[in-house]
């Protein structure tokens, strides 16, 4: 029998940090980057 | 400190960056970390390696467009708010010795300038290729999607310019190109510039002198204290 609701499967998130184990040194100031958007700020 | 150059004290720091050239930030971000390597006691024992990023894969290879054109066209960005955005990351770019020119700069799919800069790696000119090819975006607004620009670029440099058009013609090192942007993937790198120090400290961002010159005391102190 059919279920009435079909669960939409989890999205995968992209890590907002790095892995493979990196520490993140970071900084107070605004520092700027560019995202693969072509946003930059 | 005793001054050994044996074990891990003997080897450079590696510095892996991902950027693109047409990322202002990736431009600002290659000056303040060269003047953080030229300020440290250890600078001369740094070795940096430059890895592929695109900010717009899906860019028409060949078309350029005013920068400030594809920002207004594709986010919506009014000229006022391009043009402030522009004045201050321009005078944090004077502060490092650049020379921004934004009203000039083009958008292009940047494969080919990456191809470039393999080449200038095969034949070590990484660093030097990379330079120039920020210069000519943001100080010179050339068209870095012409292949004759770049391989003229690549010809003031002491490469030969036949080999620069061979390689662009032949779409060359491309496994080198999709390797790098795999490598981001993996690494999670969600914008640019992104610097990763001996494969253990990140640095997102162009961020300012000092957190770079910390990132490499770090990066020196973990060659007193580790074993090779």
């Known amino acids: ?41 | 400190m005793t001054g050994s150059v044996f074990g891990r004290a003997a080897e450079p720091i590696l510095i892996d960056i991902w950027s693109d050239v047409v990322c202002p930030f990736c431009y600002l971000g290659h000056a303040v970390l060269a003047e953080a390597v030229e300020q440290h006691p250890h600078g001369s024992a740094v070795r940096i390696r430059y890895h592929s990023f695109q900010l717009n894969p899906g860019f028409a290879p060949g078309e350029a467009v005013l920068a400030d054109d594809y920002l207004a066209q594709s986010h919506g960005m009014p000229k006022a708010q391009i043009e402030a955005s522009h004045a201050q990351l321009a005078s944090r770019g004077a502060a490092a010795g650049l020379d921004y020119q934004f009203a000039k700069a083009q958008m292009v799919n940047t494969l080919d300038a990456h191809r470039v800069i393999h080449l200038a790696k095969a034949h070590g000119q990484e660093s030097a290729m990379v330079e120039r090819l920020f210069r000519a975006e943001f100080t010179e607004g050339l068209n870095l999607a012409d292949h004759g620009i770049l391989a003229d670029l690549a010809a003031e440099l002491g490469l030969d310019r036949a080999e620069a058009v061979q390689t662009l013609a032949n779409k060359g090192y491309e496994k080198d190109i999709r390797a790098d942007l795999s490598r981001a993937r993996e690494l999670g790198i969600s914008g640019v510039p992104f610097f990763v120090f001996d494969n253990k400290r990140a640095v997102s961002g162009a961020q300012p002198v000092e957190l770079f010159r910390r990132a490499l005391d770090l990066a020196w102190e973990d060659r007193q204290t580790q074993p090779a």
């Open chain 1, 1 to 41: 029998m059919e279920p009435d609701v079909v669960e939409e499967p989890e999205e995968i998130v992209e890590p907002a940090t790095p892995v493979a184990g990196l520490i993140r040194l970071e900084s107070s100031d605004d520092a700027g980057a560019c995202s693969p958007d072509g946003w930059c700020d």
